[in-house]
C-alpha cells in the first residue's frame, strides 16, 4: 500500500461520523430583517425542520448565529465581525468542530428546508477523492457551497482567505479543487433558498 493509499484511509476512518453546524448567522435583510431560524413553515420553525434532517447525519450539532437563538444546541457566533458571510459562519464550524477531535464538519442553510436526507454520506463518498476530504453539493444548476464538508486542516487558510478580503464561497472551494457531490433535479428543490416572503409561500405550498 503506497503512503497515498494510507492518507487515503487514514481520511475516511476520521470522516466515519462528521460533525453537524446549521448556518443560520445572517441578517435576513431580505426577509425584512426577521431571524430566518424562527420563521414558520408547515407548522415548525425552519431551525427544527433542519435538526430533524441534519441530526440524524452527524455525530454532534450545533448552530452558527450572531444573535439570541431559541434552541438547546450549543449556539456559535462568527468568529470575525461584521457579517462577512457564510464563510465566517463555516469557520465558527470548523473552530467548534476542532475542539470536539473531530476532523470534519458538515454545514447546512437553515433557509434550505428540503435539503437531502442523504446528505452527508454523499457528501463522505466524493471527499474520498480530495486529498484534505473537501467536497460540495450541486445540481445541475451550479454548486450549493453552504452545503460542504470541510476539513478542520484547511482552517487556517480559510482563515486568511477572509482577513484579505474574501467573502465567496466558491472562489474558496474552486482554489481547493473540492469535489463536488451531484445529486438530482427534483420539485421542490432540495436546495431552495428561503431569502423572501414569496420564497416563503411557495415552499408552504410545497409542504
Known amino acids: 500500500m503506497t503512503s497515498e493509499d494510507d492518507n487515503a484511509e487514514q ?55 450572531n444573535a439570541p437563538l431559541q434552541t438547546d444546541l450549543p449556539v456559535l457566533s462568527d468568529p470575525v465581525g461584521g457579517y462577512l458571510g457564510p464563510l465566517a459562519g463555516v469557520l465558527a464550524a470548523i473552530d467548534w468542530a ?7 464538519v458538515v454545514t447546512v442553510a437553515v433557509d434550505t428546508p428540503f435539503f437531502p436526507g442523504d446528505l452527508v454520506p454523499r457528501l463522505m463518498l466524493a471527499a474520498e477523492t480530495h486529498a484534505d476530504g473537501l467536497s460540495v453539493a450541486a445540481t445541475s444548476d451550479g454548486a450549493h457551497g453552504t452545503f460542504g464538508l470541510w476539513p478542520v486542516a484547511l482552517r487556517n487558510d480559510l482563515a486568511r482567505y477572509l482577513e484579505d478580503g474574501g467573502r465567496k464561497v466558491t472562489d474558496w472551494t474552486d482554489r481547493h479543487g473540492a469535489a463536488v457531490a451531484l445529486f438530482p433535479d427534483t420539485t421542490p428543490p432540495l436546495f431552495f433558498n428561503i431569502n423572501r416572503p414569496a420564497d416563503l409561500e411557495r415552499a408552504t405550498r410545497w409542504v
Request: charged fraction near 15%.
Open 11 to 65: 481520511t475516511m476512518r476520521q470522516l466515519t461520523q462528521p460533525a453537524g453546524v446549521i448556518l443560520a448567522g445572517g441578517r435576513g435583510a431580505r426577509m425584512g430583517g426577521v431571524q430566518k431560524a424562527s420563521l414558520q413553515l408547515g407548522g415548525a420553525t425552519l431551525l427544527s425542520r433542519t435538526v430533524d434532517r441534519l441530526e440524524p447525519q452527524v455525530a454532534r450539532l450545533a448552530v452558527n448565529a
Open 98 to 104: 476542532s475542539g470536539h477531535d473531530a476532523s470534519h
